[in-house]
């Protein structure tokens, strides 16, 4: 086999361009002026004191950034810098290289080329990392510059839960044993503690809203839901069910002795910089108890509402609707469909030091510095109409209701902004239009609402397809073609859909974005509330006035090739519509 050196020097680049490549790091950057002569002493210095490599001494003083070696190594090297944002990682070509030298070594193997194997590399000058690579691999190395922090997070998206609960059951060589009734152990470096940190973990950096532990008969199921559907991730051994119950149960505060009724707490934890809440819930079962964990950023990683992907001119007209000072604002959907996001973000847009915000929520799930949360607490006394009367006491200029479920909530919320108040709520319907109908049959009366309503939006959240694995595919399906053309659209003759890779995790989709139905009230519509006209005939003046109805809006983000056809038919399509078809 050729030796490391010379292959490296050889391989890739002009003999006359050795000499020049066998400089040593701290001469590369002090040639192109990123550190000075003093700063490189003293990194010299931090290196022997510490051990560490020079370009890791150099970034933790602050003389440079990660990004500035790499990038420098890559202009002197002439070698590829490698974008990790768009490159698949086949685990197969990964796992060629064992993951306590990826992780100690800093690289990651990355493709097999005419024969070698490309490897990223933080330091591309080390001759003996690559050397032990092609003696560990048996094929000769071309290195790639990326910073150890890009490999780390490249890396990490490669391997899954499921792999890494497997490493860490065998370091433990846990042996299967009976299940016994008392408390399992659940503090200190126990498998199921571990287990349960690496669940909660692994949710957050897959961006999961939901956590689901499902007790079965022989073993415990965990599931997340990302981007709205739930995903089997992995199965954790039986007897290691209470470790993980009770592990979680401490972190919440809940009584880990009681497992024969519900529990509700909360857990507050940070990952890697990112503040997050669990809301935990309880629920016995015959095979023991489901905990279900919901997955909160905290209100500095909330979405503005630039980032929902709601159409331009449906945004424009939200923010019309947030410029007035007094009045009803609904927001309306499924469960699931992102109403109480959509709501702190109009939080976020009016929170001022010159306001007075307060929201009464069942529960709070979001805390935003600025504004007054109010928590629902039913057994105290405390409702929704109770807390929402309490507070017209405190002077508010915006008041925010979780959800208006009965009669006497929805009776005091628009009174509320009837005398001067901007409200904003959420209810549970399938159309802007339906929002109406809804109200007149909880009992209000048809010339309140036509005097306080400013607006309904109505939403819906559709998975975005993958970028890095969609492709275009011809439309076909004559049930979405005809539905196309029932909305007096013309289909498009192709549109695209997902592959699946490992940055989606096979699905074909990453991400979601928001559907709308924006219905502004003019006076029209207000006439029309208040003779109480039917749906169809509001529906009519809504589209004569210019709204943009959600099955158009859905069409219009397949077309623009943002999602699928699945997608479509999942989320708008419904049975109703059949005999239209």
Known sequence: MQPAESFVFSRFFHRED?????????????????????????????????GDRLGESLVKLGFVTADQVADALSEHLRIERVGFARRYLAPEIVELVPASVITSRHVLPLDIE??????????????NVIDDLQRLTGRMIRPLVATEQEIAEAFQRTR???????ELLDDYRVEEVEEKEETQQYLGDAPGVRLANLILEQAVLQKASDIHLEPREARLKVRYRIDGLLREIMEIPRHLQNDVNSRIKVMAGLDITERRKPQDGRIQLNFNGVDVDLRISTLPTVYGEKIVARVLQRANHL?????????????????????????????????????????????NRLNSPAKNIVTVEDPVEYR?????????????????????????????????????????????????????????????????????????NMGLEPYILSSTIIGVVAQRLVRRICTDCREKVAL???IVIRYIQSLNLEPPEHVYQGKGCLLCGGT????????????????????????????????????????????????????????????IIRTVYSVEMEGDL
């Open 18 to 50: 050795e000499t020049a490549l066998r400089k040593r790091l701290g001469d590369i950057l002090q040639e192109k002026g990123l550190i000075s002569q003093a700063e490189l002493a003293a990194a010299l210095e931090e290196q022997r004191r510490t």
């Open 476 to 478: 076909t399906d004559p």
């Open 114 to 127: 005419d024969g070698f194997l490309v490897v990223a590399m933080a330091d591309p000058l080390d001759i």
């Open 160 to 166: 899954n839960i499921a792999q890494s609960a497997r």
């Open 303 to 347: 979405m503005d509402l630039d980032e929902f992907g709601f159409d331009p001119a449906d945004l424009e007209k939200m923010e019309r609707m947030l410029r007035l000072n007094q009045g009803l604002i609904l927001v309306t959907g499924p469960t699931g469909s992102g109403k109480t996001t959509t709501l702190y973000a109009f939080l």
């Open 508 to 567: 074909g989709y990453r991400g979601r974005t928001a559907i709308a139905e924006v219905l502004v009230f003019n006076k029209e519509l207000r006439q029309a509330v208040e003779r109480r006209a039917g749906e169809d005939e509001l529906a009519e003046i809504a589209l004569r006035s210019g709204m943009t109805t959600l099955q158009q809006a859905a069409v219009a983000k397949l077309t623009a090739g943002v999602t699928t056809v699945e997608e």
């Open 368 to 440: 935003l510095d600025g504004v007054n949360h109010v928590q629902v607490n039913p057994k105290v006394g405390l409702t929704f109409a109770t807390g929402l009367r309490t507070v017209l006491r405190q002077d508010p200029d915006v008041i925010m209701v979780g959800e208006i479920r009965d009669e006497e909530t929805g009776e005091i919320a628009v009174r509320s902004a009837l005398t001067g108040h901007l409200v904003l709520s959420t209810l549970h319907t399938n159309s802007a239009v339906s929002t109406i109908s809804r109200l007149f």
